[in-house]
């Protein structure tokens, strides 16, 4: 990143100085390594501010991760402003002064620096920050921050809510009170719907409302936010049939009980002076409850991707911003299937990776969070579907695989071709919390996952 960005100054702390000095033989232009402790000690000069115009460059902002190395995203000052005006509208979070923001985000992503901080500052919001280290080790502490300083609005990805789901004792909840929670925002990575129901559900009894939850869709490419489900309404969710999806990419609703089916959560529309379309192979219009790539145009899309001209000129097209990511509109309102990258086809069926992610999740024995599915091509055959994941050690390993390979077959109709069972630290996340899917495939493919169980 420090190569791409041509960076000559890095601000850090006095832990991590030491190996920024070691990279500069490897970026020669990098020219300073500055303590943020000393930058605090100088004195504050005279002289004028200098005023930007709104097309100079605000930033540069390096994505996760999650599915290919960081790239650069290079945002204007008009930018930003017009996506912290969008979403902290009347259209979105009508947000202002008697509002009080709560966020244990990294700002260094743009959901902590810009949702949650600048987009604070902009509405004269106060906002309470902690680390999300913090948040990890203890999830209590978010909620007790929100109860404590009568936070209005906060977000999270779903494994925020998973974490304080699966972590919080009921004792937790004595003295809770979430009664002002207002928006209880979830997105930055595809949203599980179960999981909201059982947040909703467990902290009810401290006031929380499912009415507060609002799923959202967006991309660091578009500064943050690019739709918001309505304010004040629970989650709208789809029962969808799997089979419909796989085969045709038709968004059917699930007729009866008894057919196997996908849960999908509605992200709301996009905001007013922003479009947003979905589209085939062709870049053709595709009419609703048709699964295609969402395409993004509007004042909040990226300048470009920072010193990647061919890659920019991939990414946007005509003006419309095309961001990978599958989805399809139903009464208006999107709802998002995954990564166009991410999709695995066996016999000319396509599968989510993360909806067999969350079946294999609710296996007994899995640690939640770290399973990773994906497809090794294999000539003549389509995809092998291998599931890469970290078990708890309460479950032996032959039941464990067996009952996963059940799970999924039930579901989907599925054979899941490998079980890789890994130690505790395998599978990696990003900063930003999400599965590094596209490098645990590539540590399987070199073999470096060895406990691999095969199918008899």
Same mark, same amino acid.
């Given at each position: 990143?420090?190569?791409?960005?041509?960076?000559?100054?890095?601000?850090?702390?006095?832990?991590?100085?030491?190996?920024?000095?070691?990279?500069?033989?490897?970026?020669?232009?990098?020219?300073?390594?500055?303590?943020?402790?000393?930058? +605090?000690?100088?004195?504050?000069?005279?002289?004028?501010?200098?005023?930007?115009?709104?097309?100079?460059?605000?930033?540069?902002?390096?994505?996760?991760?999650?599915?290919?190395?960081?790239?650069?995203?290079?945002?204007?000052?008009?930018?930003?402003?017009?996506?912290?005006?969008?979403?902290?509208?009347?259209?979105?979070?009508?947000?202002?002064?008697?509002?009080?923001?709560?966020?244990?985000?990294?700002?260094?992503?743009?959901?902590?620096?810009?949702?949650?901080?600048?987009?604070?500052?902009?509405?004269?919001?106060?906002?309470?920050?902690?680390?999300?280290?913090?948040?990890?080790?203890?999830?209590?502490?978010?909620?007790?921050?929100?109860?404590?300083?009568?936070?209005?609005?906060?977000?999270?990805?779903?494994?925020?809510?998973?974490?304080?789901?699966?972590?919080?004792?009921?004792?937790?909840?004595?003295?809770?009170?979430?009664?002002?929670?207002?928006?209880?925002?979830?997105?930055?990575?595809?949203?599980?719907?179960?999981?909201?129901?059982?947040?909703?559900?467990?902290?009810?009894?401290?006031?929380?409302?499912?009415?507060?939850?609002?799923?959202?869709?967006?991309?660091?490419?578009?500064?943050?936010?690019?739709?918001?489900?309505?304010?004040?309404?629970?989650?709208?969710?789809?029962?969808?049939?799997? +089979?419909?999806?796989?085969?045709?990419?038709?968004?059917?609703?699930?007729?009866?009980?008894?057919?196997?089916?996908?849960?999908?959560?509605?992200?709301?529309?996009?905001?007013?002076?922003?479009?947003?379309?979905?589209?085939?192979?062709?870049?053709?219009?595709?009419?609703?409850?048709?699964?295609?790539?969402?395409?993004?145009?509007?004042?909040?899309?990226?300048?470009?991707?920072?010193?990647?001209?061919?890659?920019?000129?991939?990414?946007?097209?005509?003006?419309?911003?095309?961001?990978?990511?599958?989805?399809?509109?139903?009464?208006?309102?999107?709802?998002?299937?995954?990564?166009?990258?991410?999709?695995?086809?066996?016999?000319?069926?396509?599968?989510?990776?993360?909806?067999?992610?969350?079946?294999?999740?609710?296996?007994?024995?899995?640690?939640?969070?770290?399973?990773?599915?994906?497809?090794?091509?294999?000539?003549?055959?389509?995809?092998?579907?291998?599931?890469?994941?970290?078990?708890?050690?309460?479950?032996?390993?032959?039941?464990?695989?067996?009952?996963?390979?059940?799970?999924?077959?039930?579901?989907?109709?599925?054979?899941? +071709?490998?079980?890789?069972?890994?130690?505790?630290?395998?599978?990696?996340?990003?900063?930003?919390?999400?599965?590094?899917?596209?490098?645990?495939?590539?540590?399987?493919?070199?073999?470096?996952?060895?406990?691999?169980?095969?199918?008899?």
């Amino acid at each position: 990143m420090l190569r791409l960005a041509r960076a000559r100054a890095v601000v850090t702390s006095a832990s991590l100085a030491p190996g920024f000095s070691r990279l500069r033989d490897q970026c020669p232009e990098l020219q300073a390594v500055l303590l943020h402790a000393e930058l +605090d000690a100088l004195p504050l000069t005279g002289g004028e501010v200098e005023q930007p115009s709104l097309d100079d460059l605000a930033f540069v902002q390096f994505t996760s991760g999650s599915t290919a190395t960081p790239k650069g995203i290079a945002l204007r000052h008009r930018n930003v402003a017009a996506n912290i005006d969008a979403f902290s509208g009347p259209h979105g979070l009508d947000a202002g002064p008697a509002d009080v923001a709560v966020s244990w985000l990294p700002l260094y992503h743009d959901m902590g620096l810009v949702g949650m901080t600048i987009g604070a500052v902009h509405t004269c919001s106060p906002v309470v920050l902690m680390t999300p280290q913090a948040f990890v080790k203890r999830p209590s502490d978010w909620l007790r921050a929100i109860s404590r300083y009568r936070g209005t609005i906060s977000f999270a990805p779903t494994f925020g809510y998973d974490l304080c789901v699966r972590r919080l004792k009921e004792r937790d909840l004595d003295g809770l009170d979430l009664s002002s929670w207002r928006v209880a925002g979830c997105g930055a990575e595809p949203i599980h719907a179960p999981t909201l129901a059982a947040f909703a559900r467990k902290f009810a009894p401290a006031g929380f409302r499912s009415t507060s939850l609002l799923p959202s869709y967006g991309l660091a490419e578009h500064v943050v936010a690019a739709t918001f489900a309505p304010t004040g309404r629970p989650p709208r969710v789809e029962r969808i049939a799997a +089979d419909a999806v796989a085969i045709g990419g038709v968004a059917a609703r699930a007729s009866n009980e008894n057919i196997p089916t996908v849960e999908v959560v509605s992200c709301g529309r996009p905001f007013p002076r922003h479009l947003l379309r979905i589209v085939g192979a062709d870049s053709r219009l595709l009419p609703e409850r048709l699964v295609g790539e969402i395409v993004l145009a509007g004042p909040s899309v990226m300048l470009g991707y920072h010193r990647q001209d061919d890659l920019t000129a991939q990414t946007i097209r005509d003006g419309w911003l095309y961001t990978g990511d599958l989805g399809y509109l139903a009464g208006g309102e999107l709802f998002v299937c995954g990564r166009a990258k991410d999709i695995i086809i066996v016999n000319g069926r396509k599968y989510h990776p993360q909806d067999l992610e969350w079946a294999a999740g609710g296996v007994a024995g899995v640690r939640r969070g770290r399973v990773v599915a994906f497809g090794v091509s294999e000539a003549g055959r389509g995809d092998r579907v291998v599931i890469v994941l970290e078990p708890n050690g309460t479950v032996p390993a032959d039941v464990l695989t067996d009952s996963i390979r059940r799970r999924i077959s039930d579901r989907f109709g599925l054979c899941v +071709d490998a079980v890789a069972l890994v130690p505790a630290g395998t599978v990696g996340r990003t900063t930003s919390g999400k599965v590094q899917r596209a490098a645990t495939k590539a540590r399987y493919e070199r073999g470096e996952l060895l406990d691999v169980q095969e199918p008899v």
